[in-house]
Nanobody, 125 residues
């Protein structure tokens, strides 16, 4: 069992920056592929960024490429999402997720076994 906790989130203005963190406890964090998803109001959950267990394979959704950075610190059992140049369309509930067998990254939410509780990020124009 892996428990994921996401403090952070909040209200920011457009072009501001925000960093989300996801603290993991339980089974060995470093064995899991990790991802960030978001669910905008009235829309389905979508993959934002993902990383393999080692952090050497990364994925970014097209609209966040060049603005968001996913990283992980396996020694601290923590996943991060640095969000720069934020836009109102980034407004969503953000979730972190952990998937077993993480030699590569996953973009399909069905590949993930554990989820955080979600944190609201609101970007005002």
């Amino acid at each position: 069992q892996v428990r994921l906790v996401e403090p952070g989130g909040g209200l920011v203005q457009a072009v501001d920056s925000l960093i989300l963190s996801c603290a993991a406890s339980g089974r060995t964090f470093s064995r899991y592929a990790m991802g960030w998803f978001r669910q905008p109001p009235g829309k389905e959950r979508e993959s934002v960024a993902a990383t393999s267990w080692s952090g050497d394979r990364l994925y970014y959704e097209h609209s966040v490429t060049g603005r968001f950075t996913i990283s992980r610190d396996n020694a601290k059992n923590t996943l991060y999402l640095q969000m720069n140049s934020m836009r109102p369309e980034d407004t969503a509930v953000y979730y972190c997720a952990a998937g077993q067998g993480g030699t590569y990254y996953y973009t399909d939410p069905r590949s993930y076994d554990y989820w955080g509780q979600g944190t609201q990020v609101t970007v005002s124009s």
